[in-house]
């Protein structure tokens, strides 16, 4: 069964420091994982996935299929990184299914 | 235009009334998604329709009837819903190529039901 799991729902950091949010997945074939931000009065939108390899934002994520981790980095954490960020699992031939973690709130403090 | 628009941004209903949510997009996507998000949970999927044909239905109750007039729009009709059905209701659109698209959700609908 397809699963998705982030273990912190919160996560404060000041500004400057580094930002790991987790996210672990259960798959037992090949997954395509995403990773969505909630800003404030913002609708949810895509961040980035692991198919393309990007920095969207300073943010980047690597696909580490021994550990079965996505996990979301970024070096210096900004304030207005502060939202709700979903990890996201679509898998093959599962027919536009897209299953989410249950978030984490980054909350980054001046 | 690559927004999903979705109407109305709040709406509040008694357990007997009928209401509809309704959905838009105008980026050519062929997949648009229902989904529900009660507050501090993730969004859970309801429906997908692909090319207008319903592919997706995650076992949802029947007081929830979605309808795909054409491609650019999506429709949740409401009936007879019950106070734990309150939430914030996302529409979402894809291209439709096949699995593991981005999304594009909309802002939502805020459902109160009293």
């Known amino acids: 069964a397809q699963r998705v799991t982030q273990p912190e729902k919160l996560l404060s950091v000041f500004k400057g420091a580094p930002v790991e949010l987790k996210c672990n997945y259960s798959?037992?074939?090949?997954?395509?994982l995403f990773w969505y931000v909630q800003y404030s009065r913002q609708r949810l939108q895509l961040l980035l996935r692991?198919?393309s390899r990007e920095s969207i934002k300073g943010f980047t994520a690597d696909l580490n299929k021994g550990e079965t981790s996505f996990h979301l980095k970024k070096p210096f954490a900004q304030e207005e990184d502060s939202a709700m960020y979903y990890c996201?699992?679509?898998?093959?031939?599962?027919?536009?299914?897209?299953?989410f973690g249950s978030g984490t709130r980054l909350l980054v403090r001046p | 235009d690559t927004e999903v628009t979705q109407t109305p941004k709040h709406l509040v209903m008694g357990m007997t009334n009928k209401k509809s949510l309704k959905c838009e997009q105008h980026?050519?996507?062929?997949?648009m998604y229902w989904y529900k998000q009660k507050a501090k949970k993730p969004p859970e999927l309801m429906f997908v329709?692909?090319?207008?044909?319903?592919?997706i239905n995650e076992s949802v109750p029947s007081r929830f009837s979605p309808e795909c007039p054409n491609s650019s729009l999506l429709n949740l009709h409401l009936h007879a819903l019950q106070p734990e059905d309150s939430a914030l209701y996302l529409c979402?659109?894809?291209?439709?190529?096949?699995?593991?698209?981005?999304?594009?959700f909309g802002s939502g609908t805020q459902l109160s039901v009293l």
């Open positions: 798959y037992s074939g090949s997954p395509e």
């Open positions: 979402a659109s894809s291209q439709g190529g096949g699995d593991r698209e981005k999304l594009f």
């Open positions: 996201a699992l679509s898998g093959w031939g599962s027919s536009y299914k897209l299953i």
């Open positions: 980026m050519g996507h062929r997949a």
């Open positions: 329709y692909s090319y207008e044909k319903l592919s």
């Open positions: 692991h198919i």
